[in-house]
């Protein structure tokens, strides 16, 4: 069943493997429909700064009950720390798990995401890189029930895997300015930044062997995490993640294309 393009929405989902090219797609969507991008990356950066803020020195795995397999109760912890400031408590829970390179548990994403989806009044955002897991797919159902708000559609940028390994082993990165290179179609000046003459470097996460593992992520977690939001009646829009020729006119045409056949 095709669907008119709506003139309205009150939150869009965008998911898509890691590289496929989502944020050309979220501006789109953001500009069309005047919505404001809620990037779980930012919230994490976010929450990290306000616990380095709070410039607490001590160790925090006495905030882990290892027995327990949790965080000892938020009333102690807020005694330890001295602030019963929840941000300065859920940054802190953050920054335990980032700072030993460990997954993040759902349950503290879940409750990151709530604290900024509920900033908006929950609507008039696009949400990126949540939810992730079916975990966070059944928590944020419930939330938009509980908070008599509304998911509209889901935007799935897709790429086959060869194309994103492909793009992004070939990456490189400002360390001074952040700038963005790619070796074949937007290359640096003779390996050295455009803007300020730093030389460039490959990210970390941009070697082949991290790739795969977030691709296999995607597969392995994040697609059953779409397939039930669309089983519970959230359409689903795919978009595809490469264009023969990438122009900003392309991308929207493409976009909207995807939304009039979401099913
Ligand atoms: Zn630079």
């Known amino acids: 069943m095709a669907h008119e393009i709506p003139e309205k929405v009150t939150n869009v989902i965008v998911t898509g493997k890691s590289g496929a090219g989502k944020q050309p797609r979220i501006d789109v969507l953001v500009e069309k429909y005047e919505l404001e ?3 779980t990356g930012d919230i994490f950066r976010t929450y990290l700064g306000n616990f380095d803020n709070y410039d607490y020195d001590g160790d925090l795995s006495r905030f882990w009950n290892e027995k327990e397999d949790d965080f000892i109760p938020d009333k102690e912890i807020a005694k ?9 408590i859920l940054g ?5 798990f980032v ?4 997954f993040v548990p759902d349950r503290i994403t879940n409750a990151l995401f709530e604290s900024f989806f509920g900033k908006k009044g929950y609507k008039g955002q696009v949400l990126d890189g949540y939810p992730r897991t079916l975990d966070q797919s059944k928590y944020l159902l419930n939330l938009i029930e509980e908070k008599n708000t509304d998911v509209d559609f889901i935007l799935w940028v897709d790429s086959p895997d060869d194309l ?23 290359p640096p000046d003779e390996g050295k930044c455009t ?20 691709l296999n992520e995607f597969k392995v977690k994040t697609l059953p995490a779409i397939d039930y939001l669309r089983e519970s009646g ?15 006119e392309n991308v929207r045409r493409s976009v909207l294309d995807a939304i009039e056949k979401m099913e």
């Open 37 to 39: 991008q809620l990037s």
């Open 80 to 88: 330890e720390l001295g602030t019963e400031d929840s941000s300065v």
């Open 92 to 96: 802190m829970k953050a920054k335990f």
């Open 99 to 102: 700072e030993q390179g460990l």
């Open 164 to 186: 994103i390994i492909q793009r992004t082993i070939k990456r490189r990165i400002c360390p001074e300015c952040g700038k963005v290179f790619h070796l074949e179609y937007k």
């Open 195 to 214: 803007e300020c003459s730093t030389e460039v470097i490959q990210r970390s996460d941009d070697t082949e062997e991290k790739i795969r593992s977030r």
């Open 234 to 248: 959230i359409p689903v829009a795919k978009v595809p993640g490469h264009l023969e020729e990438f122009t900003e």
